[in-house]
C-alpha cells in the first residue's frame, strides 16, 4: 500500500519533559539547561557537530531539535555566527483550529457514535500511545455529517485502560465537552502537547460505505497523540476524511 505522510508538532504548552524519540530527547536538555542557567541569555549553544558528538546522533536530527527551539522562542539564529539564547521565551503556540475542533464536543453537527468497547490497540494507535502493540484500550469510533457535505470524518478514538476508568470514555454517549476537556475534569489531567501525523491511503471497504465515497478512492488520516505533562501519551485520535470534502489549513511564520 502507497503512504504519503507530513508529521506535524504543536507545542500548547512547556516545559518539554519526555524523551523519545531522539530529536526531543535534544530538544529536552537544551531547554533544560537554558531554564537553569546552563546556557545564559545570549550566550551561543555548542555547535551542531558539538552536540552531534554528545548525543551520538544526526546533523538532521540536531538541526530539527534546534528549529523546534528556535520556533519555540527559546532560541534566535544568527546567520554565519551561531544560535543564541533569546533572554525570555515568547508565549508557545496553540493549537491550530482544525486540531482544536476535532478534540474538542463530540456532539457537534451530526454525529453517531458507531460503538465504543475494550480492544487490542492496532500498530498505529499503540505506537502513537507507546503501548505494546495488542495492548487493550478503550476505544470509541465515531461518524460526523454535515447538512449537504454527508459524512465528512469518521473518527477513532483510544484511551489506555487505566486512563478511561471511573470516566464516560467508555459510554456510547457524546462527550459534549469532548474527549480533551473530559479527561482533563474527570481525572484532573494537565495536558502538555499536541503531535499530528497526516497521512493519504486508500479507503477500505467499511470506510468507503460509511463515508460514501468511491471504493477504490483514498482518503486523507490523521493521527493525533495527546501528551499530558510528564511527557505520558494520554491518548489518541484517529480520522479518516474524504479529501473533497475536507481540508486542513494554517498559516506558519517565515521570519
Same mark, same amino acid.
Given at each position: 500500500?502507497?503512504? =504519503?505522510?507530513? $508529521?506535524?508538532?504543536?507545542?500548547? !504548552?512547556?516545559?518539554?519533559? =519526555?524523551?523519545?524519540?531522539?530529536?526531543?530527547?535534544?530538544?529536552?536538555?537544551?531547554?533544560?539547561?537554558? #531554564?537553569?542557567?546552563? =546556557?545564559?541569555?545570549?550566550?551561543?549553544?555548542? %555547535?551542531?557537530?558539538? @552536540?552531534?558528538?554528545?548525543?551520538?546522533?544526526?546533523?538532521?536530527?540536531?538541526?530539527?531539535?534546534?528549529?523546534?527551539?528556535? /520556533?519555540?522562542?527559546?532560541?534566535?539564529?544568527?546567520?554565519?555566527?551561531?544560535?543564541?539564547?533569546? !533572554?525570555?521565551?515568547?508565549?508557545?503556540? %496553540?493549537?491550530?483550529?482544525?486540531?482544536? %475542533?476535532? +478534540?474538542?464536543?463530540?456532539?457537534?453537527?451530526?454525529?453517531?457514535? @458507531? *460503538?465504543?468497547?475494550? &480492544?487490542?490497540?492496532?500498530?498505529?494507535? %499503540?505506537?502513537? &500511545?507507546? &503501548?505494546? #502493540?495488542?495492548?487493550?484500550?478503550?476505544?470509541?469510533?465515531? &461518524?460526523? !455529517?454535515?447538512?449537504? @457535505?454527508?459524512?465528512?470524518? +469518521?473518527?477513532?478514538? =483510544? $484511551?489506555?485502560?487505566? @486512563?478511561?476508568?471511573?470516566?464516560?470514555?467508555?459510554?456510547?454517549?457524546? +462527550?459534549?465537552?469532548?474527549?480533551? /476537556?473530559?479527561?482533563?475534569?474527570?481525572?484532573?489531567?494537565?495536558?502538555?502537547?499536541?503531535?499530528?501525523?497526516?497521512?493519504?491511503?486508500?479507503?477500505?471497504?467499511?470506510?468507503?460505505?460509511?463515508?460514501?465515497?468511491?471504493?477504490?478512492?483514498? +482518503?486523507?488520516?490523521?493521527?493525533?497523540?495527546?501528551?499530558?505533562?510528564?511527557?505520558?501519551?494520554?491518548?489518541?485520535? *484517529?480520522?479518516?476524511?474524504?479529501?473533497?470534502?475536507? #481540508?486542513? #489549513?494554517?498559516?506558519?511564520?517565515?521570519?
Amino acid at each position: 500500500m502507497t503512504r =504519503y505522510v507530513v $508529521v506535524f508538532e504543536w507545542w500548547v !504548552s512547556v516545559p518539554i519533559e =519526555y524523551r523519545p524519540p531522539k530529536y526531543i530527547t535534544i530538544v529536552n536538555a537544551l531547554q533544560a539547561r537554558i #531554564e537553569d542557567g546552563t =546556557y545564559a541569555s545570549g550566550e551561543m549553544l555548542p %555547535s551542531e557537530t558539538a @552536540l552531534m558528538n554528545e548525543f551520538d546522533t544526526s546533523r538532521p536530527t540536531v538541526v530539527r531539535s534546534l528549529e523546534i527551539l528556535r /520556533q519555540a522562542g527559546w532560541i534566535d539564529t544568527q546567520q554565519g555566527k551561531g544560535r543564541f539564547v533569546r !533572554s525570555k521565551p515568547v508565549e508557545p503556540r %496553540s493549537l491550530p483550529a482544525h486540531a482544536a %475542533s476535532l +478534540l474538542a464536543s463530540e456532539a457537534g453537527g451530526r454525529l453517531r457514535i @458507531l *460503538d465504543v468497547g475494550e &480492544l487490542p490497540a492496532p500498530a498505529r494507535a %499503540s505506537s502513537a &500511545l507507546d &503501548l505494546d #502493540e495488542g495492548a487493550p484500550v478503550v476505544v470509541r469510533r465515531r &461518524l460526523v !455529517s454535515v447538512d449537504g @457535505l454527508g459524512p465528512v470524518e +469518521l473518527g477513532t478514538v =483510544y $484511551v489506555p485502560l487505566d @486512563l478511561a476508568k471511573g470516566t464516560g470514555i467508555g459510554s456510547a454517549a457524546p +462527550l459534549s465537552e469532548g474527549v480533551l /476537556q473530559h479527561l482533563a475534569v474527570r481525572k484532573g489531567m494537565h495536558f502538555d502537547h499536541v503531535t499530528e501525523r497526516i497521512s493519504a491511503r486508500p479507503a477500505t471497504e467499511e470506510e468507503a460505505e460509511l463515508l460514501d465515497v468511491d471504493p477504490n478512492g483514498w +482518503l486523507l488520516t490523521a493521527l493525533f497523540a495527546v501528551y499530558a505533562r510528564g511527557g505520558k501519551p494520554a491518548f489518541a485520535l *484517529d480520522i479518516a476524511v474524504p479529501p473533497a470534502r475536507h #481540508e486542513f #489549513e494554517d498559516s506558519f511564520s517565515i521570519a
